[in-house]
């Protein structure tokens, strides 16, 4: 299984800032090809980073794949604001992320649209990242295992066996942009549940899917993370945002 390093910019970074940032991150990244690295960059800067990287694997091996940080189930329709899965098509776009602890709680998205959007993204070849994670009250009452399972089972019902087309970050909401990390073991513990949840609900097909830890992932703490058993790469956020601290979170992977 190929691990995947995977950058959650957020609502940062213009077109201009992210060629800029192409610029000095691709050829860092050039050689290396045994890991599969990630970019979600706002949606008004797909089109350009999308461009940029087709004209970069043109002179050589890239491991690099654009991803979108979130997609509305229909393929088009009256939903104003919203992007859908084939205008992201159109740009080669290979990941999606969904379920991510901002949408779920800003933007009060329960698990019934993630869901909707996780078919969709399958139907349409785009390849959800489904996000989970406990907050720090759910975590203090010892329901994270619960917590969980629960999200998972409501995010996959239906599309347990697309489980190869499908990959899964663990990410504590307690640990997202606040600097705390959970340690390897906090860590490894839900990742271990992951794994034989998606096992059991996949019937044993899940051998394709990566469990990606996020939570102030950084190149000093990236190293004893991916050490664990379960852990098959990182969703990064803050830290992406700086191209050399993300190379050093690759190669210390
Ligand atoms: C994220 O937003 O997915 C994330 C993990 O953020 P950070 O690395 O900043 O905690």
Same mark, same amino acid.
């Given at each position: ?39 979600a960059p706002p949606f008004t800067a797909l089109s350009s ?62 698990? %019934? ?8 993204? *399958? &139907?349409?070849? +785009? !390849?959800?990242? #489904?996000?989970?994670? $406990?907050?720090?009250? %759910? ?8 917590? *969980? &399972?629960?999200? +998972? !089972?409501?995010? #996959?019902?239906?599309? $347990? ?48 899917t990566r469990i990606l830890y996020g939570g102030s992932v ?36």
């Amino acid at each position: 299984m190929k691990y995947l390093i995977a950058a959650n910019w957020k609502m940062h970074k213009t077109c201009a800032e992210t060629l800029d940032y192409l610029d000095k991150f691709l050829p860092s990244v050039k050689d290396i090809l045994n890991v599969e690295i990630m970019i979600a960059p706002p949606f008004t800067a797909l089109s350009s980073a999308s461009i940029r990287l087709d004209a970069a694997k043109k002179e050589g091996e890239f491991n690099v794949k654009l991803g979108a940080q979130n997609m509305y189930f229909e393929e088009k329709g009256a939903f104003t604001g919203e992007i859908s899965p084939i205008m992201l098509n159109e740009l080669n776009i290979d990941y999606v992320i969904l379920g991510h602890s901002e949408r779920r709680h800003i933007f009060k998205e329960k698990d %019934e649209l993630i869901n909707k959007k996780m078919y969709s993204a *399958i &139907e349409h070849g +785009i !390849r959800p990242i #489904l996000c989970v994670g $406990e907050t720090i009250e %759910e975590r203090e009452q010892g329901i994270t295992l619960n917590v *969980i &399972e629960n999200q +998972i !089972r409501k995010g #996959l019902a239906g599309i $347990e066996k697309d489980m190869p087309y499908i990959d899964i970050a663990y990410e504590p909401v307690w640990a997202i942009g606040t600097g705390k990390t959970a340690t390897p073991e906090q860590a490894e513990e839900v990742h271990r549940f992951i794994r034989s949840l998606i096992n059991e609900m996949s019937k044993g097909n899940d051998d394709k899917t990566r469990i990606l830890y996020g939570g102030s992932v950084k190149p000093e703490n990236a190293t004893d993370l991916i050490k664990q058993e379960n852990i098959n790469g990182f969703l990064v956020g803050s830290a992406s945002l700086d191209p050399e601290k993300f190379y050093k979170i690759i190669i210390n992977s």
